[in-house]
């Protein structure tokens, strides 16, 4: 039994396989447990392995890689497409076999671990945003209700709230402004621990080959297989503006990333980085776009 194609339906226990000779004929069918997962696919010998590109796929992908198999990753939402009458795992794996076969499918490639790396970084250091943007505003909000309304920016609120803590007024209470001082107290925690990744990020730039690679090779690829010159002309684009928040340092500046459009709302979204960290952004082409999957 020769298997051409392997489609699998990754999950976290239980593992549908499915084989397809070179006519596109069924092979192979099986379920087979996580433990007994890659053995099975190396006791097969496909010539390629297909899977969705999903959390898992590229440590999966890693692995078969070792076994000199070719490995493809597809973006699930070019596979549902082929998916026949009720969704189950079988019916994906042979979904994924189909999508494959297109001669004009579009791949993902199989990021590394050191990718993945910056890429929790960066995942990181956006949450940490988000959980200061969520820890000011509801300061803001505590304070509004008492009559002491504070600008949006984050800078106009360092530079607000200290005074507004030190004076008592007439509806700031001790008890609240207790309160309020703790919700500082976490407000700076939260600014350190964006600053060491920060600091992090900065010493991958140093050290890693990806950055190296991308700074010297005209015909990088990233992880969507968009080469060099794609990366070149979105750092082109850039469009730069002074440094705000926790990112403002003497000379610092930031950078305005454009994104593509979200399919659900098809409104373009953007987002701000340091400037100092936009040649790890781009090396990480491959590590930092915001991959749904």
Request: glycine share 4%; with cysteine; net charge positive.
């Amino acid at each position: 039994m020769e298997i051409d194609v392997l489609g699998i339906d990754l999950a976290k226990q239980v593992f549908q396989l499915h084989g397809a000779d070179r006519r596109g004929r069924v092979v192979h069918r099986a379920k087979v447990s996580r433990s007994s997962f890659f053995e099975s696919v190396r006791t097969l010998k496909p010539r390629k392995v297909v899977m969705e590109a999903c959390s898992t796929a590229h440590h999966w992908a890693r692995r078969f890689q070792s076994l000199d198999i070719d490995v493809r990753l597809i973006s699930p939402q070019y596979v549902a497409p082929f998916v026949k009458t009720n969704k189950n795992d079988r019916n994906d794996a042979e979904a994924i076999v189909e999508a494959a076969s297109r001669p004009a499918m579009r791949f993902v490639t199989v990021k590394s671990v050191e990718q993945q790396d910056i890429q929790a970084a960066h995942r990181m250091r956006a949450i940490l945003l988000r959980h200061r943007t969520a820890m000011i505003n509801q300061m803001r909000g505590l304070l509004g209700e008492r009559g002491l309304i504070i600008s949006r920016s984050p800078e106009a609120f360092k530079r607000a709230i200290p005074e507004l803590l030190s004076k008592s007024a007439d509806e700031l209470t001790s008890f609240c402004q207790t309160l309020l001082t703790e919700l500082l107290q976490h407000l700076h925690a939260l600014e350190e621990r964006i600053h060491l990744i920060e600091v992090s990020i900065q010493s991958f730039m140093k050290k890693s080959s990806l950055v190296q690679e991308d700074r010297g090779s005209a015909r990088h690829w990233s992880h969507h297989g968009y080469r060099h010159s794609r990366c070149r002309r979105r750092r082109q684009a850039i469009q730069e503006r002074p440094a705000s928040g926790s990112l403002a340092r003497p000379g610092a500046t930031s950078i305005l990333v454009g994104r593509q459009a979200s399919p659900a709302r098809h409104q373009p979204t953007r987002r701000y980085i340091p400037a100092d960290l936009a040649h790890s952004w781009c090396a990480g082409c491959s590590a930092i776009c915001a991959d749904k999957n």
